[in-house]
Structure formats: structure tokens, C-alpha cells
């Protein structure tokens, strides 16, 4: 009889070959009314099937299936899942078809077969691009039927348990990597505890077997003596229960594993001396109201550690998890942990989405397929549309998968869980994409609140709109979940192309103009597969992103116009025009002129950082390849850098009126004396300006000297700004800061 602390570490070990008679023993006991004839057959022919091959260790293939098998009958799973367990690799790994399969057990299984089959090689390959690939067809199936999932982690957990045979020590790191990354985080989303920790340890001991080692021997105090401490701990907790009324009561403790140790190591500083940081008490009771009478009794007689409490019952994890946790200073004067749950929360604490498996005529009850607790596969698919690579699809899935949960409703009541650390942003997306890509702000349980404000447990937030708000690539600084990642990266790349053509539409007209030459724009869609792009827009959004030469398509369309005539020679004539500094008179027309009216900031037009060109300075564009334009002041000392390259320089001019603010950075040296930086920003505030950022350069005894980033709408609003600055008496000097 095992003591209530199992040995810190400790895994189940192989299986071994489970007879026939004893896997169909114990589905027929989970599932007596049903028939259980499918699974007799399934073993048979797989036994046959398999049965002139060998695994790694040594051992008949067939070992494996029945022992992916017996872990989900474990766990009560369906026959038709017992079966696709005994039959996962038959299809890969020998001569039968999925059309042999659907005719032998019928459809249901042959499906379930088909959708572990295709991902079979998501163990082997090496490709990370191709594991991606692999991922999304797992997502796909899985929202067919989540038992495809089930299957896979069993077949995983199998795999991993007996990794040690694998010779090569790279592949043996890679698997363990993929199931850290992808397998245990999956099996927490669904409820499956134990298999979760038992993948990320085993993963552990592949990956960091010196980590875990240190750990198993500064815990090796617990094994002397935790037994003992722990049974006293139980009995108090037993007694002080009892004085409430909680007579029936299960309680034990139960060491964590050192993977999980290793990750809070990670954030906090643990020392390993306390018992809270190794082991975590139960407390089960009989109903919920049970659970707030047993979180009083401990409260009223030991002082609570702030910080330490959560109440998953009201608030449940995502996939369904319910408990209260918290943290006090217990018996013995010892931190302890303790968390206090029914029996039905703790069933399916224990057994995770097989805890829910009901069927009725042979199909997975509604509540289980519709169910919020796995509204994650959903917003995973979403990803998956989002994404179009597939690495930033796998990217994103990690970031949802792996980071803690913060808990937060909408104004009717919705609870919306989302990563920790999550900002308005996220909120807004994880609502509907179209309120995320026009949200300007949030009221926050009443307050008005902007985009980056990071969000907490509780919050109620309510989203503000505008519909002439549209994200920038500056809010993917902003965001910590996958699905908003993945909207704001499509919707930029849509507009980053819209832009692209609308300037490259622009930079061919001009190039026609100098070249004194017409072309239709149907004319491009003759020419596109010079550059093996489908159309004539194409070569647009091509010539706009700067990866191909306005020039090049110029001479492609008129092969005849003489090198006199080229575009480089009417480049370097308008590029000494601009170096001298001559402009056209007044109200003339420049034809060859490049409109900046309807550019958005960021996608095809940046700003350089180097002079911070402003409305009302003369401008010149740079064009940087895969990046459409970079637009400078004409005196920008930078431009010397790019006089030998006159093909890239392009004369543009701002439009007529504009709403977008532009930062301007001023150099200010003020009197160290009281209210002088209040004096600055109060003045700065009063002619419109916007402070962005302060950054003190110098610091001495009679005076500081500051950068300051200021927002504004054109070079005269910066002058305003300038010369009111310095008619304040404090102020000692104010100057335009180039860079």
C-alpha cells in the first residue's frame, strides 16, 4: 500500500504485452452496455498485421499499440477509440488501406484511423516548416473529432516512455522538444493532468538531465522524512475541517514533479525548503458549498499567503478545470498549499476530457462537441486561417498554448480568457477580428483606458470603436495572443499590398513621364512573367515594395528607347535638380512628383528617424528594397549616402491635408530650479503638442539637458511650439534635434 507522498520523480513504467482478454476486461467494465466485439477484432488483426516487426528496444511492434490501448481504456474511453488505439499504425506501417480498415470496423473508426494516420510523420520530420505543415493538418482533424487527439497523446506518451531506446542523441532531443512544445500543452488543454506532467518530465530528464537530477537530490530530504510530515499535516487539516461540519472528507498530499519545480525556479525564487514549493495538498469534499466551507475553516485558523489565491470555481481554467488554491501558514509553521475541490471537479481534474466522454446511439453527447471548455480548438482553427505561413502559425500556437491565463468579461457578462499579459488589444480580438482592427481604446470596469493597457483577472471591459481606427504594425509590440497576432499580421499584409501598388501605380507614372513615353497598365500583365509573377498588379506591388526597378519595367514595355533616353539619365538630371535646391514656380504642376495622399505611415512609406522629416519640409523619397520608400528631409545628411544610386531617389510631396501627426524632437537645456520641466510640458501641452518620450542627456548642477519627442501636424505647429519655448525664463536654449 503506497504512502500519501509517491516517491518525488517517479513514472509509470512500460506495460509491458497486456493480454487480449485483459484490455477487453477493462473496457467492458467501463462500458458495459456496449459491445465490445470491435476491439476483439481490432487486436487480433493488428496483432497479425504487426507481428513480424520490431521496435527499437528489441521488442515486438505490437506492445506499443496495446499499450497506447490499455492507457485510454484506463482512462474509459470508448470502444471506437480503443479499436483506432490497436489499429493507429497499421495503415502507416504495413500493407492495409483506411478503405480496408472502413470496411473491417466500420466508418467511425476508419475516420478515426485516417485522421492519426496522417500525422504519423510530425515524429520524424525535422523540418520545422514541415512540422508546422504537420500541426495545422493535427488541428484540422482533431476539430473533426478531438478522439484523434486523444489517440496521438497516448501514441506520444508510449513513444516517450521508451525514448531511451532511440541511439541518436539529437533525435532524442528533438522528440522531446516537440513534446514539451506541442503534446503536454495539448493534453493540459484538455483537462489531462497527469499526462501533461508526465510528458514534460519525461521531456526533462531527455533535455536537461543535469537540471533534474540537482533538483531530485535537493529534494531528497522529503523522501526521509515527508512521509511523516505529511501524514501529520493530513490529520490536522482532517480535524480542522471537521470543526465546520466536513466529516466526509478525502485529503492527501502530492509531490510535484520536478519539471514543474524547474518552471516556477524560473520566476520565483524558491529555496526548496518550504513544503508549499514540492508538494500540493487535496482537500475533497462532497458538494460545491462544501468548498467555501472548507477555504473558511483553513482561513479563520491560519494566516493566508497575499497573492496565493485562486477560486477556479467560479472562474474555471479554460478547459474546465475547477478548484480553489491558496497558500497558508499550516501545521508544523509550514507553507503549505492546498487545493480544495468536489468530487466531481476532482474526476474530472483527474481524467481531463475522458471525464466528460458520454455517448448516446454511438455519437459524443452534444454538450461534450459544442462544450465552451474546448472553444481553444476553435480559436486555433481561426489561427490557422489567419496564418498564412505556416511557422507564424506554429509561432502563435505556442504563445497560446504555453502562456498563464488572465480572465476577463465583456459588459454582458462573457468571460473571455486570454495569455497573461494580455493588453485592450487582445481583448478586442478575442471578441470579433472586425472589433479588433477598429478599437481605439477601452472603458475598464468604468474608466477610460488605452490599447496597451495590460489587462487583469476580473476586468470588465468594454471595447471603443472607430471606424476610421486601423492597425499598425507598431500594435504587434502591443499584443501577447496568438489570434491577435495573426489578424493584425494579415490585415497589415492586405494593406502593406493595396499600398505597395497604389505607390508603385505612382512611381511608374512618373517614370513614363520622364521617359516621355504611355503604357496601359493592362500592358503589364504581358511582361509579369519576365519576374514569374501571375499579373500586371503584381508587378505594380513589386515596383512599390522596391524590388524591382521602375527602370527595368520601363525598358522591358519600350526596349527601343535609346540609353540617352534612359531612366537613369533622367534620374541624375532630377537629382542634381534637387541637390541645387530648385523648385517650380508657384502653382506649376511636377509631373514627376510622387504623392504621398493615401500612404499610411509604416507599410510602404517609413519616415527616417535619422531627420524626422515634417509637413512643409521639402522631402525626398529614398526607395528601399522590400520596403516601398523612406522619406527624408532634403538636407538630411544621410542623403550623401545615396548620391552614386540617382535611380532611387524619388521627389514626393506630402498631402495637401493631412490628420496624421508626425514626430518632431527638440534639444532643450532648462534651470535646475523647481517647476521648470513642469514649465516645458505645460507649454508643449498649450500649443497642441503631444509629448511622446523624455530622454535627459546631461545633468548638472545648474541646468539639464533633454531630448524631447513631440507630436505634431506639420513643421509650422514645431515652430510655434519652439518659439514659445523660448520665451519662457527657465528655459535656456531649444533647438530642432536632427536624429
Known amino acids: 500500500m503506497p504512502g500519501p507522498l509517491a516517491e518525488i520523480g517517479d513514472t509509470p513504467q512500460s506495460l509491458g504485452p497486456a493480454t487480449r482478454a485483459q484490455l477487453l476486461s477493462r473496457v467492458q467494465l467501463a462500458h458495459p452496455d456496449y459491445d465490445t466485439s470491435v476491439v476483439a477484432a481490432a487486436y487480433d488483426y493488428a496483432e497479425t498485421m504487426h507481428e513480424p516487426q520490431r521496435r527499437a528496444s528489441g521488442d515486438p511492434y505490437f506492445i506499443h499499440p496495446v499499450r497506447v490501448a490499455l492507457y485510454l481504456a484506463e482512462k474509459k474511453l470508448d470502444p471506437a477509440t480503443i479499436a483506432t488505439a490497436l489499429l493507429h499504425d497499421v495503415v502507416e506501417d504495413t500493407g492495409a488501406t483506411n478503405k480496408d480498415i472502413c470496411k473491417m470496423f466500420g466508418g467511425t473508426v476508419g475516420e478515426l484511423v485516417e485522421g492519426v494516420t496522417k500525422l504519423t ?24 473529432d ?15 516512455r521508451t525514448l531511451h531506446f532511440i541511439k541518436k542523441p539529437e533525435k532524442r532531443a528533438r522528440i522531446a522538444t516537440e513534446t514539451l512544445e506541442i503534446y503536454a500543452p495539448l493534453a493540459g488543454r484538455i483537462g489531462m493532468v497527469d499526462l501533461q506532467e508526465e510528458l514534460e518530465d519525461l521531456s526533462f530528464s531527455h533535455l536537461m538531465p543535469e537540471a533534474r537530477d540537482s533538483i531530485m537530490q535537493r529534494t531528497e530530504f522529503l523522501r526521509d522524512q515527508g512521509d ?51 508538494v500540493a ?17 483553513l482561513h479563520a485558523k491560519y494566516s493566508h499567503r497575499m497573492g496565493r ?19 497558508v501558514i499550516g501545521p508544523e509553521s509550514q507553507s503549505i498549499e492546498v487545493q480544495i475541490r468536489n468530487q466531481d471537479m476532482h474526476r474530472r481534474a483527474e481524467l481531463g476530457l475522458a471525464a466528460h466522454w458520454a455517448y448516446k446511439d454511438g455519437t459524443v453527447a452534444a454538450d461534450l462537441a459544442s462544450g465552451d471548455n474546448y472553444n481553444w480548438v476553435k480559436q486555433l482553427i481561426d489561427l490557422l486561417e489567419q496564418s498564412e505561413d505556416p511557422q507564424e502559425f506554429l509561432d502563435n500556437t505556442r504563445i497560446d498554448l504555453f502562456q498563464n491565463q488572465v480572465f476577463c468579461f465583456t459588459p454582458r457578462g462573457h468571460l473571455i480568457s486570454l495569455p497573461g499579459d494580455a493588453t485592450v488589444v487582445d481583448f478586442a480580438y ?45 500594435w504587434l509590440n502591443l499584443v501577447a495572443s496568438g489570434k491577435a497576432r495573426a489578424s493584425i499580421r494579415r490585415y497589415i499584409r492586405n494593406a502593406e499590398r493595396d499600398q505597395h501598388v497604389a505607390l508603385g501605380r505612382q512611381i511608374l507614372t512618373r517614370a513614363y513621364r520622364m521617359n516621355e513615353v504611355e503604357a496601359k497598365e493592362k500592358a503589364l500583365d504581358d511582361i509579369a512573367s519576365k519576374w514569374r509573377l501571375e499579373n500586371g498588379e503584381d ?31 533622367k534620374d541624375q538630371r532630377a537629382l542634381d535638380r534637387l541637390k541645387s535646391g530648385e523648385t517650380l514656380e508657384r502653382g506649376q504642376a511636377d509631373p514627376t512628383k510622387v504623392e504621398l495622399k493615401g500612404l499610411i505611415k509604416g507599410m510602404a512609406v517609413h519616415f527616417a528617424r535619422c531627420c524626422h522629416p515634417l509637413p512643409g519640409e521639402r522631402i525626398v523619397g529614398i526607395v528601399a528594397t522590400g520596403k516601398g520608400i523612406t522619406i527624408h528631409t532634403i538636407d538630411c545628411d544621410n542623403l550623401v549616402n545615396f548620391y552614386d544610386q540617382p535611380e532611387r531617389w524619388l521627389e514626393v510631396g506630402w498631402e495637401a491635408s493631412t490628420e496624421t501627426p508626425h514626430v518632431g524632437r527638440l534639444r532643450v537645456i532648462l534651470s535646475n530650479e523647481p517647476g521648470a520641466l513642469g514649465t516645458l510640458t505645460t507649454l508643449i501641452g498649450r500649443t497642441g503638442g503631444n509629448i511622446l518620450n523624455f530622454k535627459f542627456l546631461n545633468r548638472q548642477t545648474d541646468f539639464f539637458e533633454i ?4 507630436e505634431v501636424g506639420d513643421l509650422r505647429q514645431l515652430n510655434v511650439i519652439i518659439a514659445t519655448l523660448r520665451s519662457a525664463p527657465s528655459i535656456e536654449s531649444v533647438e530642432r534635434q536632427r536624429g
Open 309 to 327: 489565491y485562486k477560486d477556479y470555481i467560479s472562474t474555471p481554467k479554460p478547459n474546465g478545470y475547477q478548484s480553489i488554491h491558496t497558500v
Open 539 to 569: 508587378v505594380l506591388a513589386q515596383v512599390g515594395a522596391g524590388l524591382i526597378p521602375a527602370g527595368d519595367v520601363v525598358r522591358t514595355l519600350f526596349p527601343g528607347i535609346a540609353r540617352e533616353n534612359s531612366a537613369k539619365t
Open 281 to 297: 495538498f487535496r482537500v475533497i469534499v462532497p458538494t460545491l458549498g462544501d468548498c467555501y466551507a472548507a477555504l473558511g475553516a
Open 430 to 474: 478575442a471578441v470579433h477580428s472586425d472589433v479588433g482592427n477598429t478599437c481605439v481604446g477601452a472603458r475598464i470596469n468604468g474608466k477610460i483606458r488605452p490599447l496597451h493597457t495590460v489587462l487583469r483577472n476580473g476586468d470588465q471591459v468594454d471595447i471603443l470603436r472607430s471606424k476610421n481606427a486601423a492597425p499598425n504594425p507598431e
Open 707 to 710: 531630448l524631447v519627442d513631440v
Open 228 to 278: 511523516a510530515l505529511t501524514v501529520g499535516i493530513i490529520q490536522q487539516l482532517r480535524e480542522d475541517v471537521s470543526d465546520v461540519g466536513l466529516d466526509i472528507v478525502e485529503i492527501n498530499g502530492r509531490i510535484k514533479t520536478p519539471y514543474s519545480i524547474w518552471k516556477k525556479m524560473q520566476t520565483k525564487d524558491l529555496d526548496l525548503g518550504q513544503l508549499s514549493d514540492i
Open 146 to 160: 478531438i478522439r484523434v487527439l486523444l489517440v496521438k497523446l497516448s501514441d506520444r506518451l508510449d513513444n516517450m
Open 121 to 144: 510523420h510530425l515524429e520524424v520530420t525535422s523540418n520545422e516548416v514541415k512540422q508546422a505543415e504537420n500541426f495545422r493538418k493535427l488541428l484540422l482533424a482533431l476539430s473533426r
